[in-house]
């Protein structure tokens, strides 16, 4: 699967699992971002995932009734991010939906 395309299966399986959560994150206008995404098509996708994945990741770490009821969708974000640190953050929620 090119770039492209796991970016937007990243973000989509962020959007559903916020839209879970009841939240939305709208993308911040940003001339720095718009700039790097000039020389590095795609960077502006990157950065507004990067924005989702933390919100959803806040949301879940305070609502472990969430983590538990949305396991699966929190599954498909943590196996859509290409990124080699961000998943442990989805990890770690999962790993605490035994808890307590």
Known sequence: MERAARLDAQEAALDA???????RVEPVEDARVARLDATAPGYAQYHRIGHKRQAAYRLLLVDRAAAHRDYPLVLDALLADDDLSSPRWFAQVLAGCGEG
């Open 17 to 23: 699992l916020l839209a879970s959560l009841g939240t």
